[in-house]
């Protein structure tokens, strides 16, 4: 289930940014037993680069990524570690 979950947010992500740069780290097994995910959610990081965000400040790049994974929040994320930037990103 968990490689599943990883292809699909990888799809997603994908398909709404056209990334130069994307992981997708499944980090779940770093909280078993956590409160928040005892309902099967799983915990992830993400790291992305794409022009998408250029001119976006950080708050609105999450937004832009809640947005793509939207269905996914409310069934299969519990968690998301964002890391989002622009190619020319230092």
């Not at 994320?77 to 930037?85: D, E």
């Amino acid at each position: 289930m968990s490689s599943e979950r990883v292809a699909e947010i990888e799809r997603l992500l994908r398909e709404a940014f056209q990334p130069s740069h994307l992981l997708v780290k499944d980090q779940s097994h770093l909280h078993a037993g956590h409160e928040g995910a005892k309902d099967g959610r799983g915990h992830f990081d993400v790291t992305i680069v794409s022009n998408a965000f250029k001119g976006k400040r950080q708050l609105a790049r999450h937004r832009l990524i809640y947005d793509a994974l939207d269905t996914l929040m409310k069934t299969d994320i519990h968690a998301l570690r964002i890391h989002a930037s622009t190619p020319d990103a230092s």
